[in-house]
């Protein structure tokens, strides 16, 4: 992303300290979403990648809660449809799910059983990667049902946690906009 956006972007985040856990600086996005033209901004830099023909995906995937706020707008501007990956017990048709552990704690994520076809090339979206859990998670998911995750994208990256760096590791590519140590 150019300099200046990811500058801009930085001051709306805000940090708060020892949230939800002590040790845990809570990185925390809403102020982005809460002005019109920052929000706009933010958008705008996943757009005007994934309109480029040779970044364009079949399908947005968003994880539970905060990617689904980004990725069905992302998706929207696209002109693609959007799939939630959702925490456990929130789908009411056939699943598939997975495990996994976070910067604080462990969950279950899951992703309807029809909701991407084998072959689709799916952006994953999230808000920020801190551990990389959830979104391997979320990859695996759509792997599971045969389609292939073509790029993770988020607002942030804690790169100190070593998240991005194995999600690399794994072969996904991975977009993000700003970068917290
Ligand atoms: C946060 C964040 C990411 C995830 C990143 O979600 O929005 O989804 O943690 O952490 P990881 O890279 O270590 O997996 P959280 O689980 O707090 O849920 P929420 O979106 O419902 O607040
Ligand atoms: N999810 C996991 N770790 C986080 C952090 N430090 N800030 C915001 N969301 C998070």
């Known amino acids: 992303p150019h300099l200046n956006v990811t500058h801009y972007l930085r001051q709306h985040i805000r940090t708060v300290p020892n949230w939800p856990a002590p040790g845990v600086q809570f990185r925390d996005i809403t102020p982005l979403l809460q002005n019109p033209k920052v929000f ?106 045969g389609a292939s995750v073509m790029e993770g994208a988020a607002i942030v990256d804690l790169p100190e946690l070593g998240g991005s760096a194995r999600l690399r590791a794994s072969g996904l590519p991975l977009f993000t906009l700003v970068d917290f140590g």
């Open 40 to 145: 706009r901004v933010l958008i705008d830099a996943f757009v005007q990648r994934y309109m480029d023909p040779a970044l364009r995906p079949d399908v947005v995937a968003g994880l539970d809660a905060r990617g689904f706020i980004l990725g069905s707008v992302v998706a929207y501007e696209l002109g693609l449809g959007f799939v939630p990956i959702r925490k456990k017990g929130k789908l009411p048709f056939t699943t598939v799910e997975e495990t996994y552990e976070l910067e604080y704690g462990s969950a279950t994520v899951e992703l309807h059983a029809d909701a991407v076809q084998p072959g689709d090339r799916v952006l994953l979206i999230d808000d920020l990667i801190a551990t990389g859990g959830t979104m391997m998670a979320g990859k695996k998911l759509l792997e599971k049902l």
